[in-house]
C-alpha cells in the first residue's frame, strides 16, 4: 500500500482562490480585508516567512503592511504601534512574527494585540474560546490541518488520534480541534515513556515536534493517516518533515509531504483568519 499524498499546495491555491473572492466582495463594500505584520530583528528565516506573508496577501488582494524594527528598539516602541494598529479601522488582522529578541516579553507583546484581530490565535481570549469549542480565531497551522480533514473526507469521529508535540502554536491546539471534532485524543511529548505504544494505535497521527525524520515506518498503524508539521533543514541544505516520508507513505493510507504539504497551508488559513476579521469587522 502506497499512502495518498494529500497536497497542500493544490489546497491552498483552491482556499485561496476562495479567499480572494471573498475579499474583492468586502472592497465592494468598503471593508477592503487588511493585515499588518510586525517583525523584529534581522532572522533570515522570519525575513522569508514574512515575505511569503505580505505577498500572499497582495496576491489575495489584501491591504498588507509590513512593519520592521531594529533587534535593539524598546519592547514599548513595538507595544505602541500595536496600540496604534489596534484603533486602525484599516487592519483587521495583526501579526507579531515570532521569535522576538530576549529581552522581550512575548507574552505582553501578543496579548496587546486586539482579541478582534489576533489572526495567529494566540491571544488568551482566543485560546480559551478554543478550549471551549467556540473558536473565534484557531492557529493557522492546526486550522490548516483541519482543511486537509475536511478535503479528503476523513471523519474523525471515533478515531484514536495521537499528536507529537505540545507546543502552544500547533500541539495543543491541534489536540482541542481533533478532541471537538469527535477523535479520542492523546498528546506525546519528551516525557512520555512508550511513544511507541502510542503511536501504532494511532488512526491519525500528527507529528510536530522539529526532529527531522523522527517518525519512522514502525512506529506507523498501518492505514494511519499521518499529517507532518515539522520542517528541519538537513546538512545538505534539503528540507524534511519530522515523518521520515519514504519509509512511512508506504504503510500510511494518507500522508503530507515536506516540502509541499502543511507549510503552504499555514499563510494560507492566515488569509483566512483576516477574511473573516474583516467580515466579521463589516457585520458590526
Known sequence: M?????????????????FKTRAEALAAQGERPGLAVIL??????????VRN??????????????????????PQAVLDKIALLNADPKIHGILVQLPLPRNF??????????????????????VGALMQGQPRFIPCTPYGVMKFFEEAGIDLKGKEAVVIGRSNIVGKPMAMLLLHAGATVTVCHSQ?????????????????????????????????????????????????????????????????????????????????????????????
Open 192 to 284: 512520555t515513556k512508550d511513544l511507541l505504544f502510542h503511536t501504532r494505535r494511532a488512526d491519525v497521527l500528527v507529528a510536530a515536534i522539529g526532529r527531522p525524520r523522527f517518525v519512522t515506518a514502525d512506529m506507523v498503524k498501518p492505514g494511519a493517516v499521518v499529517i507532518d508539521v515539522g520542517i528541519n533543514r538537513l546538512p545538505d541544505g534539503k528540507l524534511c518533515g519530522d515523518v521520515d516520508f519514504e519509509q512511512v507513505k508506504e504503510v500510511a493510507s494518507a500522508i503530507t509531504p515536506v516540502p509541499g504539504g502543511v507549510g503552504p497551508m499555514t499563510i494560507t488559513m492566515l488569509l483566512g483568519n483576516t477574511i473573516e476579521a474583516a467580515e466579521r469587522a463589516l457585520n458590526r
Open 40 to 49: 523584529v530583528g534581522e532572522d533570515a528565516a522570519s525575513q522569508v516567512y
Open 105 to 126: 516579553d512575548s507574552d505582553a507583546v501578543l496579548e496587546a494585540i486586539s482579541p478582534a484581530k489576533d489572526v495567529d490565535g494566540f491571544h488568551v481570549e482566543n
Open 53 to 74: 506573508k505580505v505577498k500572499a496577501c497582495e496576491a489575495a488582494g489584501f491591504h498588507s503592511e509590513n512593519i520592521i524594527f531594529p533587534a535593539d528598539v524598546a
Open 2 to 18: 502506497t499512502a495518498k499524498i494529500l497536497d497542500g499546495n493544490a489546497l491552498a491555491q483552491k482556499l485561496r482562490a476562495d
